[in-house]
């Protein structure tokens, strides 16, 4: 008789065990959930403007055929625009690493 009501208690040790495990995981979800919230608009955000981006794409595709000098002058730009980024960042790199 004393296995199987220690067997109960036990029992009933590990279901209230796994409950409060259960509200542990509902309240840190919830947090979580709250945290995040902000990103989760912003990534359904992008997810919707996706389809505007792709026609976009499309006409800038368009655009760049009919006029192909204006596509090589932006490519210059963003060439320099990213080589500017470059040196400022690998500057800046150097000067942290003098300090």
Do not use: C
Request: proline letters at 1%; zero cysteines.
């Amino acid at each position: 008789m004393s296995s199987t009501t220690e067997r109960r208690k036990r029992k009933a040790y590990l279901l209230s065990q796994i409950q409060q495990q259960r509200l542990d995981l509902t309240a840190s979800r919830r947090d979580w959930l709250e945290v995040t919230r902000s990103y989760d608009r912003g990534w359904n955000t992008f997810l919707s403007l996706r389809s505007w981006a792709l026609v976009g794409s499309s006409v800038m595709a368009i655009w760049s055929v009919r006029h192909p000098s204006m596509l090589v002058r932006w490519a210059r730009r963003g060439f320099g625009a990213w080589s500017a980024w470059r040196l400022v960042k690998s500057t800046l790199r150097q000067q942290q690493l003098r300090s």
